[in-house]
């Protein structure tokens, strides 16, 4: 056996995408199958974390990729295709466009919020979950804003909504419980509760879907536990995943563990594949490979600022915090600094770097 | 609400590329008029394009990736045109291989490709996967002469020239000289045989045993003639083997190659020629020759520059050869009359060589693994 495919042939979903396919192929221009055929893979991309996914999609929607104006429907999911290459600047022309178009676009408004969350841009993300307060059901409207108060300094607030909505929507599809989970455990420990985020934590995983951003959120949290005993049999099974084989090695690495030393030449390949490629999508993670497992700080404070300009989330500011520590450089995460004040981010882990940062100025 | 499905991944947006996205490596390699290239494609890319898992079990294995090295060839080669002064160059595929990159198994395609003239602007049009993953990329590694070039192809840099630098006649009869003595250097085969001619050459045989020659020029001219004579000898079989005229299987060279390193070591403990070394000299470099000759086809002989590149890896077999003589002879002549030269190097040191040799006999021989050589 020389490779593993991520699909048997045999499974539904494979069945399922065959078929699309097969219809596309006859009818290349039958918009309606090839908007189908685009969102399994982007739900595949999300859940798998293969980019290969996101490529056949953009292939499906060839004949209006590169259209200046498209239809509505292409309109939204090229742009949710954009920001995941992170053409931030190319998905929100698409999704401006889309807004104008139908202001009653639920989803072109939701994806607004996140571009403008990934760039801390709070005052953008605000009016996109206002708008989105008239058009969508209560979990979506209420979880969109407390997103944005969970990261601005209002967390206990926003987990308190939060999980009173989430109780009176049970039913939610397994998808939409992972990700409240996910953001109701930041919070949690954006309060210091790190056993009620853990339960938040659990409570994601055992629901029957894959998430890459929930493990490496929740291996996340058990490295700063200094729990990486666990972070393995969590991780095991995710090595072909960049983003998580990085908090494997990192669980491996502070246990001593044998099989540290191979994931770290397996990450160092990676990222000078992707260099090679001229892609700098890895930045955040590189940064933390250079930091904490090659010790390379200067490195890692170059990819951090350099990632920065790029990604403004709370992870993101955190690696340039950590990495301007390592480097003695408090001049080099004043970015990272003025963020915290302006943001009111409330994560203890953060708080205490900028202090010690600020400290070392004086 | 069809949307709401998909509505919760976007308030945290995607972890991008969390695998190793779709690349394919392309290496090649231009000489004259010929390329020469290899292409790693991921098996996970091709079976999508081209479907390998014909068990359906969802693991792809070398026997079904050896059934489709033919459709897997068509696929790629359809979509890389390699184009010099307006005319394709068409490629074939040479061999096939597997290997493994970090992010999983890839074929690995060997090809070649003529163009009809000598390339000094490669037109490279890469379409891969294009229509299937518009996020593939093909990296490129352009080798020409000792220069490296790399570029990326995607859908929007589908077709990229490239302009070689032209390759003096003197930078490449230099290149070639220098492997020639650096073939001598790590050619153990070839000193050893060497050293058994000349370690006697400082001794003469009489009443059935060795004793030390009186003077220098005796010795020298002795060893002068033995260099010689393997050198011209070499030298004819080196150019007819690497011009085509004569062809011999490399199994068959190398065994005869260790057979002579033996013979010539054991002749030094049981004399039986002695007075005429210089015709064992040249009719075992007859042999040597050919060893000579499949080194300089490993390197590729360049087709606009034959003769350069064979007098270069002949005069630097020869360059490697003398210095290898002068720093022996010298050093033989003073020591020629101690016990130290006559038992422990003459005797101990032929003995050692006729043992190494004999395993290399046996190993090129029976095509296995003793030592390295």
Redesign the interface.
Known sequence: ??????????DPVARELRQLRTDLAANPRDRETAIRLA?RY??L??S?????Y???A??AL?PW?DLPAPPLDVLVVRA?LK????DFSGAMRDLEAATREDPNN??AW??R???H??QADYERAREDCSALQKL??EL?AV??MA?LDGTTGKAAAAHRVLSTAFARNADA?P??K???L??LAEMSLRQGEAKQAEAHFRAAYFEPIND??LL?AYADFLLDQARPEEVIPLLVDWV?????LLRLALAEHALKAPKAREHIE?LR??FD??A????K??QQEEARFNLHLLGNKEKALALARENWKLQREPRDARILLEAALAMNEPAAAQEALDWLERSQHEDPVLRRSAEKLKSLRR | ?R?????????????????????SYLAIRAEGSDLSGQWDIA???L??AIGL?DS???????GE?RAHHADIAAYALARLKLRSKGADCPAHATEFL?DD?????YSVMRFAATCPEEVTTLEISYSL?A???????G?LRLEHGAATR?A?FGPERATQSFELAKISALTQFVDYAREGVWHIWIGFDHILFLLSLLLPAVLVLEGGGWRAVSRFPPAFWEVFKIVTSFTVAHSITLSLAALGVISLPSRLVESAIATSVVLAALNNVFPVVHGRRWMVAFAFGLIHGFGFASVLRDLGLPQGALLIALVGFNLGVEVGQLAIVSAFLPVAYVLRASWFYRRLVFFGGSIAIAVVAGIWLVERAFNMKIISP
């Open positions: 056996m020389l490779e593993r495919l991520p699909v048997r042939p045999g969102e982007f739900a991309a999300s798998e974390g293969d980019p290969r996101v490529g056949y953009q292939a060839k990729w949710i920001q995941y290459s992170h639920a989803r939701s994806w919020a996140a571009i969350m990934v969508e059901s979506y979880g969109c997103y599809p998808e939409v992972v990700w409240v996910t953001r890459q951003f490496a072909k995943s960049d983003i998580l397996a390949s990676r594949a992707a090679l490629r001229g892609d999508l890895h | 609400m949307t709401l499905l998909t509505l919760l991944l976007l308030f945290a947006v995607s972890p991008a590329h969390a695998h190793k996205p779709s690349d098996l996970r890319d079976d999508f898992d359906g079990d969802g693991d792809i294995t070398w990736v597997v990159h970090s992010d999983g198994a996967f229509d299937l993953d518009p996020q593939h990329r990296l790399t990326i």
